[in-house]
């Protein structure tokens, strides 16, 4: 299989509708280029698993501006008051989940686990209509597996096969949503053109990757 692709080729996957997992923390580390092209294309009622929407008019917050998605599932949104406005206004429902437990449920979606059980959020709006499990004397929420149809991830350095390094912070997310999507999608800042990375080097393995999207290139 031909992992290299253009990025409409790559959004040709992705319908009204879908559940996406975006990778990012405030626009670092956010496959930029695909965001633009969903935008472009206008896909909506579209719900989206993220760390955060970013800011207005930038990454994943083109998505908010937009008013492609049904569902937002973050962790926080205070950067982006567009976000709030649709939240308050009810045009856009918005779950916010804890940053810890947001990545646990990502987890446990790639690792095929049945949830995670955490004292976070026990006593808050947060706990609303969750299961609660004792163990040991001790409660706890059983927050349950997320998974997406697609996930869109960035990469710092990507080679042929799919195999992915990362520079600084733009790691983020983008490795526990590589493993809990049914097609998992790259965009390549650098494509390594011949050879592979070293292998010290790779964070996420190529055989998570179905597609990979140069970054670097107009296409």
Do not use: W
Not at 8 to 24: H, K, N, Q, S, Y
């Amino acid at each position: 299989m031909i992992k290299l692709i253009k990025c409409g080729d790559a959004v040709d996957f992705i319908e009204d509708g879908m559940t996406l997992m975006i990778g990012g923390f405030l626009g670092c580390g956010s496959p930029h280029k695909l965001i633009d092209e969903i935008v472009k294309r206008k896909i909506k009622d579209l719900t989206i698993i993220v760390n955060d929407t970013s800011y207005e008019d930038y990454g994943i917050g083109k998505l908010v501006d937009n008013k492609l998605c049904k569902k937002i599932m973050a962790s926080h949104i205070g950067t982006n008051k567009e976000t709030g406005r649709q939240m308050s206004e009810k045009v856009t429902e918005v779950e916010l989940i804890p940053q810890g437990t947001l990545a646990e449920r990502i987890r446990c979606g790639g690792a095929g686990l049945g949830g995670v059980l955490t004292k976070t959020g026990i006593g808050t709006i947060v706990e609303g209509g969750k299961r609660k499990i004792e163990v040991d004397g001790e409660e706890y929420l059983l927050e349950t597996p997320l998974r997406a149809d697609i996930a869109l991830i960035y990469g710092s350095s990507v080679d042929r096969k799919g195999n992915i390094s990362y520079s600084g912070c733009t790691r983020n997310f983008n490795t526990v949503m590589a493993m809990a999507a049914d097609r998992v999608i790259v965009e390549a800042e650098e494509f390594i053109e011949e050879g592979y990375l070293d292998p010290n080097e790779i964070i996420i393995p190529g055989i998570l990757i179905n597609h990979i999207v140069r970054g670097d290139i107009n296409d």
